[in-house]
């Protein structure tokens, strides 16, 4: 099982050159009439519980094959927090694990339990979780080998990976504000014990000010009304002192200008 194991992961190793497209569109398989799907959450969150990539891989050809995937995440996160679990429909599945920098591989200890023919599919699936804080982008490249180890298609899927806000701890209070704070502690027992009281804080002028200016704002509406109403009436009074003055003067203009003669002399 070792030997073959090894000689899966140097297949592994040859065929590390992948497709570049990002996606879950199905790449062209290494073997005509062959192709693999991968689906992944878009967004994996730290910490979070794990999520499920799944492979699906389908077959052109009359001869059916058995399947042994290969799981291949290559991830900006650092490959310590990666959790996978390989599972299948009665439980989980054994793997084995390598690193590589920021690569690790998930190999199949066994065959895939299902049978790969014409119209009729192979799915493998992943368990996948990440325990944070770190965060980043993920590839996720899933690869369909035979039981002769060769490589009949692989596709990947990318995914985003956020990492754990961690909140800023809340600062500390300085040795000067402590003693500050003693001196007033201090001072307010000293209040207690009879010392004098301190002197009265003298009023603001600006105090005062602002209150004269709030009392002739105040006084400033009323004003203006009376001295409105005195200029009407003012202005009314010289309109009918004006109109009495004409009807003097066409008065005077009226009386009779006749000659009168001179009284008889006795």
Request: proline share 7%; net charge negative; charged share 25%.
């Amino acid at each position: 099982m070792r030997h073959r194991i090894t000689a899966l992961a140097g297949a592994v190793v040859a065929g590390a050159v992948l497709s570049t497209s990002f996606g879950a569109t199905p790449a062209v398989a290494d073997v005509p009439g062959f192709s693999v799907r991968v689906t992944a959450p878009d967004t994996f969150t730290a910490a979070r519980p794990a999520e499920t990539v799944t492979a699906v891989v389908t077959s052109e050809s009359r001869r059916c094959r058995k399947v042994r995937w290969v799981l291949v995440v290559r991830s900006e996160v650092d490959p310590g927090q990666l959790r996978v679990t390989r599972v299948e429909e009665d439980g989980e599945f054994d793997t084995s694990v390598s690193r590589d920098g920021d690569t690790t591989t998930i190999i199949d200890e066994a065959l895939d339990p299902g049978t790969l023919c014409r119209g009729r599919t192979v799915t493998g699936r992943w368990q996948i979780s990440f325990d944070g804080p770190d965060g980043g982008d993920a590839r996720f490249e899933a690869q369909a080998f035979d039981e002769r180890e060769t490589l009949l298609s692989t596709t990947g899927v990318s995914s985003t990976v956020r990492g754990q806000r961690v909140a800023s701890p809340s600062p500390e209070p300085s040795e000067t504000q402590g003693d500050d704070e003693d001196e007033d502690a201090a001072g307010g027992a000293g209040d207690d014990t009879g010392n004098a009281a301190a002197p009265p804080i003298a009023p603001d002028p600006g105090d005062a000010e602002t209150a004269l200016v709030s009392q002739d704002t105040s006084l400033l509406g009323p004003g203006l009304v009376v001295g409105g109403i005195c200029v009407f009436l003012g202005v009314l009074l010289l309109i009918r002192l004006r109109a009495r003055s004409r009807e003097v003067r066409v008065e005077e203009q009226a009386l009779p200008t006749g000659f009168y003669g001179m009284p008889p002399r006795r």
